[in-house]
């Protein structure tokens, strides 16, 4: 007899094949490692007959594709309604988030314009599809308002994605102290868990997806774009490291403390955030680095590393920023300056529709390439090293985080009364935030 279960009942929970649980326990990036030296040897094997398997790679970044608007829809939102803040405070870190992903975004493109690692060596191949002029600019830009509720999510149109979740996220809170929105909160919260489980099954594919691109690169054009990556990692590590002086200047003429005083108080969040890859993880202890290590006021440090996280991506707009620059700079295509302006709005609004999402960076390029017409495939070329690189610019989200919250403290030290009353408040009075946002699920990292 079988036993049905009322759809509002929990559900058993199942476990995965045997073969499965073991393919997910290796972490993604050695199973990435993995593809990368099968890929070779394959490639190596059937050389130009390798072609037919970049079809592989084009399908799972369909699927990728798809998932991406909903997935950046349900994020925001939940983001603007699990943040609750107020006060003036929150204009100047908005202020300070977006001007820091701006200043990123320049910095990557000026560092892939004069290195250029795309071009060290021959081209992979030759453009196949007309980019949008300086003279489309403007139309390009209109085409990113939405006509309609629905149509950038039928078009992978970020900038309409983040502006719709971004307006409906705003008004759910306006109209949340006369209504109770808690049923809303909860779908769209539950809405996004399910879109990262549906994200997972697709990550397991993602080796898959590089082990054929790979094979089909090695066996068409041999081992030059692999050379070419050496000196991308460069130029990223070059860009993130400009981001942290710029982050240490600010603080140097923005805040009470020192550089290095702030940099030694947070080297276990660093170091943390790099060993991890993931700021949501480091968020615990980037808050209590500021609080006993560094000395911020308790409205300060929270507001930087447990909100201001959620939509800081400085180093995952930087390393976007610059990957589309390498991609087309390795094909053979020449981005003008408007177009690069492009891809700046474009990391722009992509980064803040990253908070919490597991291979972020993964997630959001795909709109970015599409928005420049890249080829999209090639971000699987870049997955082998993406490993490393994703832990360097973990490091610089959090040093962000920290940036933030040094700046909105201001030139002045709390005096030890000020900062007991700060803490009274949190204890039972009003104080600027009310919770800290909820974490994202299990997995999450930048």
């Known amino acids: 007899m079988i036993q049905k279960t009322h759809i509002l009942e929990a559900a058993p929970t199942r476990r995965p094949h045997p073969a499965l649980a073991i393919y997910r326990r290796v ?24 072609e037919p398997l970049k079809w592989v790679s084009k399908i799972v970044l369909r699927i990728l594709g798809a998932l991406a608007p909903a997935l950046i829809l349900v994020a925001v ?6 943040a609750h803040v107020k006060g003036r405070g929150v ?20 560092v892939a314009n004069i290195i250029q690692p795309g071009r060290r060596g021959e081209l992979v191949e030759s453009p196949k599809e007309p980019l949008p002029t300086a003279k489309d600019l403007g139309g390009q830009l209109l085409e990113n308002i939405p006509q309609s509720v629905l149509e950038p999510l039928v078009t992978n149109n970020v900038i309409g994605i983040v502006f719709l979740a971004a ?21 769209i919260s539950l809405s996004f868990k399910a879109i990262v489980v549906i994200l997972h099954w697709v990550l397991d594919l993602v080796p898959l997806a590089v082990l054929c691109t790979v094979a089909q690169t090695v066996g068409s054009h041999g081992f030059e774009p692999f050379v070419k990556l050496i000196w991308f990692i460069a130029a990223v590590v070059i860009g993130l490291l400009l981001q942290a002086v710029w982050y240490m200047v600010r603080i140097r003429y923005g805040r009470w403390a020192s550089p290095t005083r702030v940099l030694l108080g947070m080297r276990d969040a660093l170091v943390m955030a790099f060993s991890t890859s993931s700021s949501t993880a480091t968020m615990p202890v980037t808050y209590a680095c500021l609080r006993d290590n560094v000395g911020l006021r308790e409205e300060s440090a929270a507001m930087g590393a447990l909100v201001g996280s959620n939509f800081n991506n400085d180093g995952t707009a930087l390393y976007e920023a610059m990957a589309a620059l390498f991609i087309a700079q390795m094909t053979g295509i020449d ?37 420049v017409h890249l080829p999209k495939e090639y971000i699987f070329l870049l997955l082998p090293v993406d490993w490393f690189l994703d832990r360097c610019r973990t490091a610089i989200n959090v040093l962000g985080d920290v940036n933030v919250s040094c700046l909105l403290e201001g030139r002045i030290r709390a005096q030890p009364a000020a900062d007991a009353t700060g803490q009274d408040l949190a204890s039972g009075g009003e104080s600027t935030l009310e919770a800290a946002p909820s974490a994202p699920p299990a997995g999450a990292v930048d």
Not at 101 to 106: G, R
Not at 168 to 183: L, S, V
Not at 340 to 362: F, K, N, R, T
């Open 77 to 82: 939102m939940d983001s603007i309604l699990s």
């Open 91 to 110: 204009a100047k870190m908005a202020f300070l988030l977006v001007l820091n992903t701006l200043v990123a975004i320049l910095i990557g493109l000026l």
């Open 167 to 187: 307006a409906f996220g705003i008004a759910f809170r306006r109209i949340a102290p006369q209504h109770d929105i808690t049923i809303v909160n909860q779908f």
């Open 335 to 371: 981005l003008t300056i408007p177009q690069q302006l492009i891809v700046v709005v474009m990391s722009i609004v992509a980064s803040i529709g990253a908070a919490g999402i597991p291979e972020a960076g993964l997630v959001t390029m795909t709109l970015v390439f599409e928005a």
């Open 27 to 50: 972490p993604l990036y050695v199973r990435i490692l993995i593809s990368l030296v099968v890929g070779v040897l394959l490639g190596l094997a059937l050389k130009e007959h390798a």
